[in-house]
Protein backbone atom coordinates (compact mmCIF):
# COMPACT_ATOMS: atom_id res chain seq x y z
CA UNK A 1 0.00 0.00 0.00
CA UNK A 2 2.37 2.19 0.97
CA UNK A 3 5.63 3.01 -1.63
CA UNK A 4 7.47 5.08 1.19
CA UNK A 5 7.70 7.30 4.19
CA UNK A 6 9.80 9.70 5.63
CA UNK A 7 10.43 11.25 8.67
CA UNK A 8 11.99 14.58 9.86
CA UNK A 9 15.57 14.74 11.64
CA UNK A 10 17.90 17.01 12.64
CA UNK A 11 21.17 15.69 12.95
CA UNK A 12 21.67 13.30 9.78
CA UNK A 13 24.77 12.05 11.42
CA UNK A 14 23.37 11.26 14.81
CA UNK A 15 20.11 9.57 13.11
CA UNK A 16 22.39 7.55 10.76
CA UNK A 17 24.10 6.22 13.53
CA UNK A 18 20.54 5.26 15.76
CA UNK A 19 19.09 3.81 12.08
CA UNK A 20 21.62 1.87 10.82
CA UNK A 21 21.95 0.08 14.65
CA UNK A 22 18.32 -0.67 15.06
CA UNK A 23 16.75 -1.45 11.39
CA UNK A 24 20.05 -3.72 10.94
CA UNK A 25 17.82 -5.83 13.96
CA UNK A 26 15.42 -6.02 11.33
CA UNK A 27 17.45 -7.33 7.97
CA UNK A 28 16.85 -3.36 7.26
CA UNK A 29 20.27 -1.85 5.35
CA UNK A 30 21.07 1.96 4.20
CA UNK A 31 20.98 2.18 0.73
CA UNK A 32 20.93 5.64 -0.12
CA UNK A 33 23.10 8.27 2.01
CA UNK A 34 22.84 12.56 0.36
CA UNK A 35 23.69 15.42 1.96
CA UNK A 36 20.01 15.45 3.77
CA UNK A 37 18.92 12.07 3.86
CA UNK A 38 19.27 8.86 3.95
CA UNK A 39 17.47 5.99 2.73
CA UNK A 40 16.73 2.39 3.99
CA UNK A 41 15.31 -1.00 2.43
CA UNK A 42 15.21 -4.69 2.56
CA UNK A 43 17.61 -5.97 0.27
CA UNK A 44 15.37 -7.54 -2.17
CA UNK A 45 13.52 -3.99 -2.26
CA UNK A 46 13.89 -2.14 -5.55
CA UNK A 47 13.66 0.99 -3.80
CA UNK A 48 14.33 2.57 -0.66
CA UNK A 49 11.25 2.15 1.71
CA UNK A 50 12.10 4.43 4.94
CA UNK A 51 13.60 7.70 4.20
CA UNK A 52 15.02 9.92 7.24
CA UNK A 53 15.31 13.75 5.66
CA UNK A 54 16.12 17.28 7.21
CA UNK A 55 13.13 19.17 6.55
CA UNK A 56 12.67 20.17 2.87
CA UNK A 57 11.46 23.75 3.65
CA UNK A 58 14.62 24.38 6.15
CA UNK A 59 12.68 24.66 9.45
CA UNK A 60 14.19 21.96 12.22
CA UNK A 61 12.32 18.57 12.07
CA UNK A 62 9.49 18.20 14.53
CA UNK A 63 7.60 15.31 16.01
CA UNK A 64 4.28 14.04 14.35
CA UNK A 65 2.01 13.76 17.13
CA UNK A 66 0.02 10.51 16.82
CA UNK A 67 2.55 9.43 13.50
CA UNK A 68 4.67 6.39 14.10
CA UNK A 69 6.31 3.84 11.63
CA UNK A 70 6.15 0.30 12.53
CA UNK A 71 8.57 -2.31 11.08
CA UNK A 72 7.88 -5.96 10.71
CA UNK A 73 10.01 -8.18 12.60
CA UNK A 74 10.36 -11.76 11.71
CA UNK A 75 10.55 -12.95 15.08
CA UNK A 76 10.18 -11.79 18.90
CA UNK A 77 14.00 -12.27 19.45
CA UNK A 78 14.33 -9.56 16.63
CA UNK A 79 11.48 -6.98 18.64
CA UNK A 80 13.53 -7.32 21.58
CA UNK A 81 17.04 -6.52 19.67
CA UNK A 82 15.60 -3.56 17.58
CA UNK A 83 14.67 -2.51 20.81
CA UNK A 84 18.31 -2.82 22.93
CA UNK A 85 19.86 -1.46 19.91
CA UNK A 86 17.41 1.73 20.28
CA UNK A 87 18.49 2.37 23.82
CA UNK A 88 21.71 1.93 23.54
CA UNK A 89 21.95 4.27 20.46
CA UNK A 90 20.11 7.23 22.22
CA UNK A 91 16.68 6.24 21.51
CA UNK A 92 14.15 6.80 24.47
CA UNK A 93 11.40 4.13 26.17
CA UNK A 94 8.19 3.78 25.17
CA UNK A 95 6.91 0.21 26.20
CA UNK A 96 9.22 -2.35 26.39
CA UNK A 97 8.91 -5.34 24.14
CA UNK A 98 6.01 -7.70 25.16
CA UNK A 99 2.61 -8.69 24.12
CA UNK A 100 -0.23 -6.22 24.01
CA UNK A 101 -4.04 -6.52 24.25
CA UNK A 102 -4.51 -6.13 20.04
CA UNK A 103 -4.60 -9.79 19.33
CA UNK A 104 -2.96 -13.11 21.62
CA UNK A 105 0.43 -12.88 19.45
CA UNK A 106 1.04 -9.15 18.51
CA UNK A 107 4.31 -8.75 20.20
CA UNK A 108 5.70 -5.25 19.86
CA UNK A 109 8.13 -2.90 21.49
CA UNK A 110 7.79 1.00 21.37
CA UNK A 111 10.30 3.63 21.38
CA UNK A 112 11.55 6.94 20.27
CA UNK A 113 14.46 7.86 18.14
CA UNK A 114 17.01 10.65 19.18
CA UNK A 115 15.01 13.59 17.70
CA UNK A 116 11.44 12.25 19.17
CA UNK A 117 9.56 9.99 16.86
CA UNK A 118 7.95 7.52 17.87
CA UNK A 119 8.39 4.01 16.50
CA UNK A 120 7.14 0.13 16.71
CA UNK A 121 8.60 -3.24 15.88
CA UNK A 122 6.39 -5.67 15.51
CA UNK A 123 5.89 -9.60 15.13
CA UNK A 124 2.78 -11.17 14.84
CA UNK A 125 4.05 -14.49 14.71
CA UNK A 126 3.43 -16.98 17.68
CA UNK A 127 6.43 -17.82 19.70
Request: charged content about 25%; overall charge neutral.
Amino acid sequence: MLTYITIGINDLRRAIGFYDAVLSTLGVERRVTVESEAGYGLPQDERCRFWITHPFDGKPATVGNGSMPAFEARSRAAVDAFYRAAIANGGTDEGAPGLRPFHPNFYACYVRDPDGNKLSALCEKPQ
